[in-house]
């Protein structure tokens, strides 16, 4: 299980980070060897955005466990994908694709102990409308 950061609502449709939050990556999703993904206290994001849809479909909700891969996923599609990490004890600008901001999402949920069918209906949805939130 991957620590959850401490984000907070603060309005129906957007949450802030209260406190730098780090996330140490071997999975090879985006990278070989360990990325240290930082996100600073005061980020604001939505969460997982979650269609209504789905919360009762598939049982999810924009809280609880996806609050760390949600956090990650909305930093690197916020940057369109340029973004400042520690990778090999060096921190560097890395280019992030959609597919592996994705792929790295789904990772992160399985990390944090979501279950294998409200995972793959979480990645299924950020695979089929994610592109709208990139290009934007």
Known sequence: MIPQPDVRPI???LYRLYEDYTHADNSGKVRRGTLLWTVK???EYDGASVP???WSIAGLHND??????SLIHDYIYIAKGRVIVDWGGIR???RVTRKQADDLFLHMLKESG???RKRN?????VRAWGWTYWKS
Do not use: E, N, P, V
């Not at 609880?64 to 891969?69: F, H, T």
């Not at 209906?121 to 949805?125: E, K, R």
């Open 92 to 94: 560097c600008y890395i």
């Open 41 to 43: 206290a005061g980020f």
């Open 64 to 69: 609880g466990l996806m609050r760390a891969a």
């Open 52 to 54: 209504w849809y789905l």
């Open 114 to 116: 979501m279950g294998w």
């Open 11 to 13: 309005s129906d449709k």
């Open 121 to 125: 209906t979480a990645y299924l949805a």
